[in-house]
């Protein structure tokens, strides 16, 4: 199986921690209180980039950069790609 099959196959178990949440917001310049939405919509789109690099997940769309534990499936962060 396609490694980034394993994300997809897995999207609803994708989550984060509150200082998670905070720092996806910051970082982003989110104004959603729904960062967990925000980014499964980010990864399932068909044009996002995902790939596995040692225990984290990467998914890399539209300027964005989101990292995922590949054990825990928390969104550890997100960042703009410069």
Do not use: P
């Not at 984060?16 to 499964?40: A, H, P, S």
């Not at 990864?43 to 996002?48: G, M, P, S, V, Y």
């Not at 590949?70 to 703009?80: G, K, P, Q, V």
Request: glycine content about 2%; hydrophobic content about 35%.
């Amino acid at each position: 199986m396609e490694d980034k099959q394993i994300l997809l196959d897995n999207i609803s178990k994708v989550h984060t921690t509150e200082m998670g949440i905070d720092r996806i917001k910051k970082n982003l310049k989110l104004n959603t209180n729904d960062v967990v939405e925000f980014c499964k919509n980010k990864i399932l789109d068909k044009n996002c980039n995902i790939y596995k690099q040692g225990k984290n997940w990467y998914c890399e769309i539209d300027n964005i950069k989101i990292t995922i534990n590949s054990y825990s499936y928390t969104i550890i962060t997100a960042h703009l790609i410069k």
